[in-house]
């Protein structure tokens, strides 16, 4: 008769081993050696939460001495930003309904008819860019109120100082004059 195949032991030492040093890893946390401390928190401000807090402080009398307990001091407003307050425009201030303000207005002349802007109103620092046109063809009647410039078939045209100006475009052998108030 053949005997039947032996059968083999597991080591169960190494397993217990590891298991063992498993066990104490679990008990320590890995920070363990490391201090960490809180982040700063603002306290809740009374308002926000009534829950648990506690009311202004309490004196009680106990023999001859008084004890006072701590209550939650209210919370410090939080910080606000100073700003110069803007004076409110007055009549002599306020731009007309029709002045565009400091703003740059674009004249395409292959897209504008002329003849149709007879006038624009601007405030001081307002800038007129005229677009396709030659160099030196536009002219101001009030070189002291402006800063002209020109570059690659545009000029700019910045209003520095409040007055009346009138701007000549020529076009088609024709010129049109613009009348800019500036403001």
Do not use: N
Not at 6 to 33: E, H, I, Q
């Amino acid at each position: 008769m053949a005997e039947p195949p032996r059968r083999r032991r597991r080591r169960a030492a190494p397993a217990a081993g590891a298991l063992t040093a498993l066990a104490v890893l679990a008990g320590a946390p890995a920070c363990a050696d490391r201090s960490v401390s809180p982040l700063p928190v603002r306290p809740p401000t009374p308002a926000a939460s009534t829950v648990g807090a506690a009311g202004p402080p309490t004196t009680a009398a106990v023999g001859t001495s008084t004890v006072t307990r701590p209550g939650r001091s209210p919370a410090p407003p939080p910080p606000t930003r100073s700003r110069t307050a803007r004076p409110t425009p007055s009549a002599s201030t306020a731009l007309p309904r029709a002045c565009l303000g400091a703003v740059r207005y674009d004249l395409v002349l292959a897209e504008t008819e002329l003849a149709l802007l007879k006038s624009l109103c601007f405030a001081t620092g307002g800038v007129l860019r005229i677009r396709g046109i030659g160099p030196g063809l536009v002219t101001v009647d009030r070189a002291d109120l402006v800063s002209r410039s020109y570059e690659a078939g545009v000029v700019d045209i910045r209003f520095v100082r409040t007055g009346t100006v009138v701007v000549t475009i020529p076009q088609d052998g024709r010129t049109y004059p613009i009348t800019v108030v500036v403001v």
